[in-house]
């Protein structure tokens, strides 16, 4: 497709449990990023990959929370032993180059944990 | 860090009627200013955007300004319709390492009334 793809786009889960949520970004894209959007507040950074370079990780909220970026394309933002507080509206964009690119977004993964 | 205020966090507006929006950013290396829409359960979509070149940009009904020296900028909407409803964001990115990572204001509901 021509946008940006996630997946999946609802995820409910117990506390304590893992998750993994997948971004495909638009083609020919070398940067990508991740935000969160919880209920009713704005969106927050939390990752940003650029090629082959060290990603940017300062907006990770805890340990548990890591992400990677395989072959310069595929996304997959990993969630270990979840909490009540990490539900939230996990959404991603990539755009062309980084820097003042403009970003466009992905339909998110909506995530609740029970 | 970078913060980013957002102003009013709730409009209402008559049909027609023109509606403005204000942001306020503390980082004064920032040098590039997106406006995002958001309808109810929908991805963020990006309307317009600003780079620090520039103090002004129109996009028919829509248009942006940019003030760098009280580091502040705003969006303008004329003639407002009832499709312009729904949740605004300003954003911020830039400084030293210019990622392109993307701080957001908390965000406008608008309401435009028939």
């Known amino acids: 497709g021509a946008g940006v793809s996630q997946s999946p786009s609802n995820k409910v889960t117990e506390k304590g449990k893992d998750v993994e949520l997948r971004c495909d970004p638009i083609?020919?894209?070398?940067?990508l990023y991740w935000y969160r959007q919880s209920l009713g507040q704005g969106l927050e950074f939390l990752i940003y990959?650029?090629?082959?370079?060290?990603?940017?990780k300062s907006g990770l909220p805890s340990d548990r929370f890591s992400a990677e970026r395989t072959g310069g394309s595929v996304s997959t933002l990993t969630i270990q032993r979840t909490q009540q507080e990490d539900s939230a509206v996990y959404l991603c964009a990539s755009s062309s180059t980084g820097g003042w690119q403009p970003q466009h977004f992905g339909d998110g993964t909506r995530l609740s944990i029970l | 860090g970078e913060n980013v205020e957002q102003h009013p966090s709730t409009l209402s507006v008559q049909e027609g009627d023109s509606a403005v929006i204000k942001c306020t950013y503390s980082?004064?290396?920032?040098?590039?200013f997106p406006w995002y829409k958001q309808e109810l359960g929908k991805r963020p979509q990006l309307i317009i955007d600003?780079?620090?070149?520039?103090g002004e940009k129109k996009d028919q009904r829509i248009a942006v300004t940019l003030n760098k020296t009280a580091k502040h900028f705003s969006l303008h909407i004329t003639e407002t319709q009832p499709e312009d409803s729904a949740v605004y964001f300003c954003?911020?990115?830039?400084?030293?390492?210019?990622?392109?990572?993307?701080?957001f204001g908390q965000g406008t509901t608008l309401q435009v009334k028939p």
């Open positions: 980082d004064s290396a920032s040098n590039y």
């Open positions: 990959f650029q090629g082959n370079s060290a990603p940017d």
């Open positions: 600003i780079r620090s070149n520039v």
């Open positions: 954003a911020a990115s830039g400084g030293s390492s210019n990622t392109g990572k993307l701080i």
């Open positions: 083609s020919g894209h070398t940067a």
